[in-house]
């Protein structure tokens, strides 16, 4: 083998060792670890948003105690009865949800061993999503926007509105303007219902 071919392969076989300890696939393998310790574990993140939420959580019943030795982005807590951490389908998210089964919190959390990053985020309790959320899917014919209500005892968030399915047709711009009037309908709805939506504290018991 002459050396430029030894040369090929020493550099071919670091860009494979690279991609197995650096690439997507073992970046999202970390974070999966990560979220499966933090829901095993008795801990929550110290960063709590927004302000004024950790005494709506200690009010809940959620009990914060010392730091995590070795980990500060986390503190050792105690959860009401009936209150658990459940993983959502990104693995740098999970939530907490009560006892009647309702969404309470999402928790951030980067487990990545160069750029770590961790928050307990309140949840306000009805919330607008969209059949698509990627820039990619401003290609696609046809879009709609529901709002959901968090504060019910399902598996899930239930639908209690839905607009109508618009057509994206033209320019970028105007599939934009398009998706724009269905969201704005969408947070019409809401401000005539409930007013106070946007407030994470509102609504709840």
């Known amino acids: 083998m002459d ?19 650096y690439g997507p696939a073992a ?4 974070e999966q670890a990560g979220q499966h310790r933090l829901i095993a574990m ?11 939420a950790r005494e709506a959580f200690e009010r809940m019943g959620i009990v914060f105690l010392e730091p995590v030795v070795g980990n500060p982005l ?8 009936g209150w658990r951490k459940v993983a959502s389908n990104d693995a740098m998210l999970s939530l907490l949800v009560d006892d009647r089964g309702r969404e309470r919190a999402r ?16 949840t306000a309790r009805y919330g607008i999503h969209e059949s698509c959320f990627k820039m990619e899917c401003l290609d696609e014919a046809e879009f709609m926007a529901y709002v959901t209500d968090g504060g019910v005892v399902t598996d899930g968030r239930t639908t209690i509105f839905t607009t109508d399915v618009v057509e994206l047709v033209g320019d970028r711009r105007a599939t934009f303007r398009a998706t724009r009037a269905v969201l704005k309908e969408a947070e019409a709805w809401l ?3 409930y007013p106070n939506w946007r407030d994470p504290f509102a609504y709840w018991d």
Do not use: C, N, W
Not at 27 to 30: D, S
């Open 191 to 193: 401000d005539t219902h």
């Open 42 to 52: 008795d801990r929550l993140p110290a960063m709590i948003e927004p302000a004024g």
């Open 3 to 21: 050396s430029q071919a030894t040369v090929q392969e020493g550099t071919d076989f670091l860009g494979r060792a690279l991609e197995r300890m």
């Open 107 to 122: 928790i951030f959390y980067k487990a990545s061993h160069h750029d770590p990053k961790a928050s307990l985020i309140l």
């Open 74 to 81: 986390f503190v050792h807590a105690q959860l009401p009865a």
């Open 27 to 30: 970046i999202l393998e970390e």
